[in-house]
């Protein structure tokens, strides 16, 4: 296939993307926002049921049928700080959403602006303004109740998406500062192929490709600095990117 016709493919697959995301998004806003009714942890929960189900609808329609490894991982009646790599905006898709129980992911609060869909962000999120003190201090308070209330944290350590040519960027303390102020582990988690669906400083360009994550086992904050449980986390998630998916899962 020439250049012209793979980039005609691919822009055609991007406006295929988004108006299925969007019809399919209106169907599934209002029993999620009904869900924000409800009592944490239940009605999270719920949102999150819905939300897997949107994907394991939207995402194969697209081209980009997902794989989880490492679900055994999540010990019953335990909360965990989710820690995901980032490449592409395909990367939220397939992390909250498969994330074994309920669950909410650190935000930007400007994103609640966005007609409709801020609602649908706000209910699934920690909001931070990471321009602003307070917020920052705030959202670590948000996130400890969150873990208190027995659901997970999911955070991406690199803060805004990697358009480096190296399989992570640099962490931020935010997550394995938590880790350590409130006792509870961290889970590294994977991303694979995002970067290919969507190819840095290509707009309107959609490659279907199959998603992968994997979840790495816990580490524990016992015994660890900021600075130490950082460097061990980021040493084994960029070892596994760089060897791929594990393959006899």
């Known amino acids: 296939m020439s250049k012209f016709f793979r980039d005609l493919f691919a822009r055609l697959m991007a406006l295929w993307a988004l108006l299925t995301f969007a019809?399919?998004?209106?169907?599934?806003?209002?029993?999620?926002?009904?869900?924000?009714l409800f009592p944490n942890p239940v009605g999270q929960t719920w949102f999150i049921r819905i939300a897997n189900g949107w994907m394991r609808l939207w995402l194969p329609l697209v081209g980009c049928p997902p794989r989880i490894l490492g679900k055994?991982?999540?010990?019953?009646?335990e909360s965990y700080i989710v820690v995901c790599n980032h490449n592409s905006l395909m990367d939220p898709p397939l992390s909250s959403p498969f994330i074994p129980g309920p669950n909410k992911?650190?935000?930007?609060?400007?994103?609640?602006?966005?007609?409709?869909?801020?609602?649908?962000?706000?209910?699934?999120?920690?909001?931070?303004?990471?321009?602003?003190?307070?917020?920052?201090?705030?959202?670590?308070?948000r996130m400890r109740e969150v873990l208190d209330q027995g659901m997970h944290m999911c955070i991406y350590p690199e803060?805004?998406?990697?358009?480096t040519d190296q399989p992570l960027k640099s962490f931020y303390?935010?997550?394995?500062?938590?880790?350590?102020?409130?006792?509870?582990?961290?889970?590294?988690?994977?991303?694979?192929?995002?970067?290919?669906?969507?190819?840095?400083?290509?707009?309107?360009?959609?490659?279907p490709h199959p998603m992968v994550m994997e979840f790495l086992p816990p580490l524990s904050p016992a015994g660890e600095t900021?600075?130490?449980?950082?460097?061990?986390?980021?040493?084994?998630?960029?070892?596994?990117?760089?060897?791929?998916?594990?393959?006899?899962?």
């Open 23 to 36: 019809l399919s998004f209106l169907i599934i806003l209002w029993p999620s926002l009904i869900c924000g």
């Open 72 to 77: 055994e991982h999540f010990k019953k009646g």
């Open 105 to 141: 992911t650190i935000a930007k609060a400007s994103f609640t602006k966005v007609p409709l869909f801020g609602w649908y962000y706000r209910l699934g999120g920690v909001m931070v303004d990471r321009k602003d003190d307070k917020s920052r201090r705030k959202s670590i308070e």
């Open 159 to 163: 803060g805004t998406r990697n358009r």
């Open 173 to 207: 303390d935010g997550a394995f500062k938590l880790a350590i102020e409130s006792g509870h582990s961290i889970i590294p988690a994977v991303i694979f192929h995002t970067r290919n669906i969507l190819p840095p400083n290509r707009p309107f360009y959609f490659k």
């Open 226 to 249: 900021v600075e130490s449980l950082k460097e061990k986390t980021y040493r084994i998630m960029w070892e596994r990117y760089t060897q791929g998916p594990t393959r006899n899962s």
